[in-house]
């Protein structure tokens, strides 16, 4: 057995069962020990971020860590968007990294870099294997703190020389205990029973989202004390539709999210930060409670946010609150290609059980509340702001859920960052169905051109146009594999949801709006 066998074989006894990879030179002897041991599922990612991203997806669904396979620090860096991303959501991820043989390092071969260095910039835990002997326990170490509590991103870089020389007279490893959550303060327990009342607010993110049983004791306990309640903007993942409570979330755009923030005087959080704008504007703050509000930090990322719902539920006296039953949206008519007609069709033909992706911010903006009254969901999103994770983590969700349909809701111009996860979803025959909203430009971008002041001329707005050429969506999907249509009715586009979400295999759909 050699190193990298040594590896997978700890790896899998601990219960990684998954390797999105995207490998070179330095890590052959990994692909080779993939293949002989056949002790993982490797999926391959025609690119690092798609591999990253699609790692996110499966831990999000999967409620446990993949691993990736990545080469050197070009490759790592290339990885780097979609684990920012993940980080951010407290993703558990597991990183396996390789670095040129110990003697070639000198050399200062063309992809020499500094790898440790690269992985601190995207990692919270980083180790560089030092011999064949501890490389089983350096892969329980590095599962362990990617699994421990909160979720963390760690990796493992690993020498191609130990990957490939011999293992000898190693007793089998033990996985490493992975962090517990820390207890809750029962002093900021009875600070936030106190702070209940019409000019409270709970933000909740994290596991909390998670548990219809928490959102239903969070509405019991807003339905007692007339206090309100909000999911934290970024969004890891939620559970929505008939029978479980909706939560509004923090709106995107800085004036709404100040304007629905205002009036509250104090508040507790839950796996949550103080709601933040994404960036600074002119004559706006950063911090989008009122300068006053006094926040409370019931339960940070490290902490048990279900435990401390459940906790104060019993301090305040209250149960949960059973769910209102919500209407489902009506079919759309033929008409325009609009919002409200685009948002519709989407929470129409939500079919049953899907894992809803979520990276749009400019079109459909109400499907997900229109989604209340439809059937029970899973709804993941972008959480880092690092555009071009929809289609890598609808990738990822549906490798670790292949029973469910995904539903990708996907703009236009961040679909191009790692639209190659398409040909992933074809060779992997997963059941994705990807809304395309061609919209022919980056229509967030010019929003924010405008909210920071400026009066942008035709030169500046061509910059944010792609109409020059014009994209065809349909023949890139057809290109990696994944049949598609163009749609321009609304109506037509909730038909072709439910027909494309029933038929197993990816499927690609332009939405022109």
Not at 83 to 91: D, G, Q
Not at 97 to 111: I, K, Q
Not at 329 to 344: F, L, R
Not at 436 to 448: P, T
Request: hydrophobic share 45%; with cysteine; proline share 8%.
């Amino acid at each position: 057995m050699n190193g990298a066998e040594s590896l997978l074989k700890s790896l899998h006894s601990a219960g990684v069962e998954v390797c999105f990879a995207n490998p070179g030179t330095s890590e052959m002897q990994f692909v080779d020990a993939l293949d002989r041991t056949g002790l993982m599922r490797c999926v391959l990612g025609l690119f690092e971020g798609v591999v990253s991203g699609a790692a996110d997806g499966y831990a999000r669904m999967a409620k446990k860590p993949a691993a990736t396979l990545l080469h050197l620090a070009p490759g790592l860096a290339n990885a780097g968007a979609n684990l920012h991303n993940a980080r951010k959501a407290r993703t558990p991820m597991l990183n396996i990294v390789g670095d040129h043989a110990r003697r070639h390092l000198r050399y200062e071969a063309p992809l020499t870099a500094d790898v440790p260095g690269t992985a601190a910039a995207f990692s919270d835990w980083v180790r560089t294997v030092q011999s064949t002997e501890t490389i089983a326990g350096d892969a329980m170490d590095a599962l362990a703190a990617a699994w421990g509590h909160p979720g963390q991103i760690s990796t493992l870089i690993v020498p191609a020389d130990i990957g490939w020389e011999p293992v000898s007279g190693v007793e089998p490893v033990d996985r490493a205990k992975a962090r517990a959550p820390r207890k809750i303060d029962q002093d900021m327990l009875r600070r936030a029973a106190s702070s209940l009342g019409p000019d409270a607010v709970i933000l909740c993110g994290g596991n909390v989202l998670e548990s219809p049983e928490s959102m239903a004791l969070l509405a019991g306990i807003a339905e007692a004390t007339q206090s309100k309640l909000f999911a934290s903007g970024p969004l890891r993942r939620m559970e929505r539709g008939n029978g479980r409570h909706d939560l509004p979330r923090v709106p995107y755009p800085v004036d709404d999210a100040l304007a629905a923030l205002s009036g509250f005087r104090r508040a507790i959080l839950v796996e949550a930060l103080p709601p933040v704008a994404f960036f600074a504007y002119p004559d706006r703050p950063s911090l989008l409670l009122p300068e006053d509000c006094e926040t409370i930090p019931l339960a940070d990322f490290d902490q048990d946010g279900p435990a401390a719902i459940e906790a104060l539920a019993d301090l305040v006296g209250t149960k949960a609150s059973p769910p209102r039953a919500a209407a489902r949206c009506e079919p759309p008519a033929a008409g325009p290609m609009d919002d409200t007609h685009i948002s519709t069709a989407i929470a129409a033909a939500m079919p049953e059980n899907a894992i809803v992706i979520d990276e749009r911010l400019t079109s459909a903006t109400q499907a997900m509340p229109l989604s209340a009254g439809g059937p029970p969901i899973s709804w993941l999103s972008i959480t880092g702001g690092a555009i071009g994770i929809g289609v890598p983590l609808a990738t990822g969700a549906a490798v670790a859920c292949p029973d469910r349909p995904v539903v990708a809701l996907q703009a236009d111009g961040s679909s191009l960052y790692t639209i190659q996860a398409l040909w992933s979803q074809a060779r992997e025959n997963l059941n994705v169905t990807t809304i395309i909203f061609a919209n022919r430009g980056y229509q967030i971008l010019k929003q924010e051109l405008y909210k920071v002041g400026q009066n942008p001329g035709p030169g500046a707005l061509d910059m944010l146009e792609l109409d020059r050429p014009e994209l065809d969506f349909v023949s890139l999907a057809k290109g990696m594999g994944v049949p598609g249509k163009r749609i321009t009715c609304p109506a037509e586009l909730y038909r072709m949801i439910i027909d494309a979400s029933k038929e197993p295999g990816p499927f690609l759909i332009e939405a022109v709006l």
